[in-house]
């Protein structure tokens, strides 16, 4: 079995080449590849059977990457992470420098700062955010674990992450809503 270093090195090949992986993150198994690539993006779109008005989540490994992808993060948005105690993906408005059809149509973005260690370091080494959407056809319930992902999920992908299978996966995130004008709503607890 390969070990954590390899499987990024592999990871990063696929994403490079527009491809999708399957991976594990700090919440549920995530399909994902290049938030900067349309066309990956939109190959998650088809392979999830999800329309394409329906946003996706994207990883970034840090703040120093989250300011890289928004435009302007509310000071608000640094305390909810700070102090967050379980996964929290944020809503932003005005993300910069992703593909156009990952951004919502109300010029908005969800960003998570991931915590997971493989996911994590995945993240950083690429050095772009990764999109990260649950292990699923849209219409289907989201898998508890990698063996409840259906087979239609797994030969859609190029590459499928050979480490940590066995450890049962952890709810989705919390996803809060931030404006620029300090406004801050809860999506999903």
């Not at 919440?27 to 349309?38: E, L, P, Q, R, Y």
């Not at 993906?89 to 960003?111: G, H, K, M, S």
Request: charged letters at 30%.
């Amino acid at each position: 079995m390969k070990d954590q270093k390899e499987t990024i090195q592999d990871c990063i090949q696929t994403l490079k080449r527009g491809g999708l992986i399957l991976y594990p993150t700090d919440t549920v198994w995530g399909i994902g590849c290049d938030a900067t690539n349309a066309e990956a993006i939109d190959k998650i779109y088809k392979l999830k059977q999800r329309s394409n008005g329906k946003s996706l989540i994207c990883l970034v490994s840090d703040f120093k990457m989250l300011n890289q992808y928004v435009e302007e993060i509310p000071e608000v948005a640094y305390d909810i992470l700070k102090y967050a105690d379980k996964p929290t993906t944020i809503i932003y408005q005005n993300p910069i420098r992703v593909a156009t059809n990952l951004i919502a149509e109300d010029d908005t973005l969800a960003i998570r700062v991931v915590n997971d260690i493989f996911a994590k370091e995945l993240v950083r080494k690429y050095k772009r955010p990764i999109v990260s959407t649950s292990a699923n056809i849209s219409s289907e319930k989201t898998p508890h674990n990698f063996f409840e992902i259906s087979e239609e999920i797994l030969k859609g992908v190029d590459y499928v992450v050979n480490l940590h299978q066995s450890n049962k996966n952890k709810k989705p995130s919390t996803i809060i809503k931030l404006d620029l004008d300090g406004k801050v709503e809860v999506i999903r607890k």
